[in-house]
């Protein structure tokens, strides 16, 4: 099997559905990904934003759920990623982090003040662009009660 058809395998046709158009709209995953590899440099700034918008949202909607409120690693490991987001990297000023802020292996700690959310091209920064979304998987795993 190609690396194509294990690709559609796993995402299966792509189509959103369009009020406007009457019928889906179908999206061709290999033209996509061909795109995207194409104009990386281009897309690449608007992808790092997306997914720090990601993180913003998901602090933003689990505001009120137990995730948050235990203040445990996980959600400080959030709660100081969505700041990052909105502030062009991490700042912790005020004696921050206050509490552990961890991920995995990644602990985050006042070392690294002034460092990007996400990797450049030189490799400075702290996560990837796939890292938001493992992040929130993580936390959906640890916290089975909580809902979107």
């Not at 690449?44 to 720090?52: E, H, I, N, Q, V």
Request: charged fraction near 25%.
């Amino acid at each position: 099997m190609s690396s194509s058809e294990d690709m559609r395998s796993l995402l299966g046709p792509l189509a959103l559905r369009s009020e406007f158009q009457g019928s889906p709209i179908i999206v061709d995953i290999e033209e996509m990904a061909g795109e995207f590899v194409g104009n990386i440099d281009y897309l690449l700034p608007f992808t790092l934003k997306a997914a720090g918008a990601l993180l913003v949202l998901a602090h933003e909607m689990t505001k009120d759920q137990e995730c948050r409120q235990d203040k445990g690693p996980l959600s400080e490991f959030l709660r100081h990623c969505r700041n990052a987001a909105g502030h062009n990297g991490f700042s912790f000023k005020y004696n921050e982090p206050r509490r552990l802020a961890q991920w995995g292996s990644i602990t985050l700690n006042s070392d690294l003040d002034k460092t990007p959310l996400f990797k450049d091209e030189s490799g400075v920064g702290l996560l990837s662009p796939g890292d938001p979304i493992r992040l929130l998987y993580d936390i959906e795993q640890s916290y089975p009660d909580l809902k979107a």
